[in-house]
């Protein structure tokens, strides 16, 4: 008897996860495709891609096919997710049922245009999952309880903010900026306050290094040299700043150029989209009925996707909300753990899949 495999994609504007049922998360490579200006020939996909950003020449272009969580370049996005599930079930791809995860706000043109780049890449059926449920489901939250949970999974196009109760989605929110706009952040910040022009990947890194999304400057008395205090009630210590060798490009002499820069410069470069991904989240409790709100003071706001992953934006949020908020145990793979999870149990979670 022939059983088709089950696999669960999470894909993500940053990374794409491919899970398969009974195997676990298989793959998980950056959604970056290289390709041929001439013939649109796809040359690279994944880890060989991203290698090749910002080092192209002229004729060949590296880019991500997705822009805040949608679908930009629909024939890239097509080849891009065939060659993942050809690479994940090692070649053989028998008409796999395939659940991928979207954005809690996405519009039925966007819906159809992932279910149609997963058909042309060989999955007989195709089942949708919003991505903040997929994220409570990965966190292990009790979705189905007639109780309030707030999820914000911050991804790398989108944070989706959301009011989970009996297993749906009451309240949310797509903010269309997260991983890839505090990158840009960066970059916009060193080209302005320094005159150095820096490519994504660097950005990327310097974010991943010593990008802090909450600290609080406080002038040394004795030498007057800012030192920086994490603002949490049972630390008063201050602690060194951070700091990291940058090489670029001069804005004025084009010549390259290498500089010492620290969080605290990347702290104020972030706080732009920082606030832009708050006030989303003001915005969904704005909406939340009062019974829900007061389940959600009880238990906190769980934070999920790879941004969650940069320091203090708990605390962040905690400090700007009053409601406390955790980061959930390996936060990148949230999202494929509950993708995952529903595929393997279609009945169980056939409330939640569209």
């Known amino acids: 008897m022939f059983f088709r495999k089950k696999v669960g994609i999470d894909l993500g504007t940053a990374n794409t996860l491919v899970y398969i049922a009974e195997q676990g998360i298989v793959l998980n490579e950056p ?8 013939d649109k020939r796809i040359l690279a996909v994944g880890d060989d891609a991203k290698e090749m950003l910002g080092r192209t020449p002229g004729s060949i272009v590296a880019a991500r096919p997705l822009r805040e969580g949608v679908i930009a370049d629909y024939k890239t996005t097509s080849a891009m997710i065939t060659y993942f599930l050809k690479k994940a079930l090692k070649g ?7 659940m991928i995860s979207i954005p809690g706000g996405a519009s039925q043109v966007e819906k159809r245009a992932v279910v149609s780049a997963c058909k042309q890449a060989g999955a007989s ?22 109780s309030g949970h707030m999820i914000v999974n911050l991804g ?17 929110k797509t903010v269309r900026v997260a991983g890839t706009k505090l990158d840009e952040a960066i970059i916009q910040s060193l080209r302005k306050e320094h005159s150095l022009i820096i490519g994504e990947r660097t950005a990327e890194e310097i974010k991943i290094k010593i990008g802090n999304a909450f600290i609080e400057s406080h002038p040394n008395s004795e030498t007057g040299d800012k030192k920086f205090t ?18 670029g490009r001069d804005f004025q002499s084009g010549m390259p150029k290498v500089m010492e820069v620290g969080e605290g410069v990347i702290n104020q470069a972030l706080q732009k989209p920082l606030k832009q991904i708050l006030e989303g989240v003001k915005q969904v409790f704005a909406m939340t009925p009062p019974e829900l709100s007061a389940d959600i003071v009880d238990k906190g706001i769980v934070l999920s996707g790879g941004t969650s992953g940069l320091t203090n ?14 980061v959930v145990e390996d936060p990148l793979f949230c999202v494929i753990r509950g993708v995952g999870m529903a595929v393997e149990n279609l009945d169980n979670y056939k409330e939640a899949i569209r």
């Open 313 to 326: 934006i708990d605390k962040y949020i905690t400090y700007y909300t009053g409601v406390a908020s955790f």
């Open 125 to 146: 059926d195709v089942y949708l999952i919003e991505e903040p449920l997929a994220a409570a489901i990965g966190a292990k939250i009790p979705i189905s309880q007639a």
């Open 92 to 98: 053989r791809v028998l008409w796999p049922q395939v």
């Open 156 to 172: 790398g196009g989108t944070a989706e903010v959301a009011i989970i109760s009996l297993g749906q989605l009451v309240v949310y």
């Open 230 to 247: 994490l603002n949490n009630p049972g630390m008063k210590k201050a602690v060194k700043e951070r700091t990291m060798e940058v090489k």
């Open 31 to 38: 959604t970056v495709v290289a390709y041929s200006l001439e």
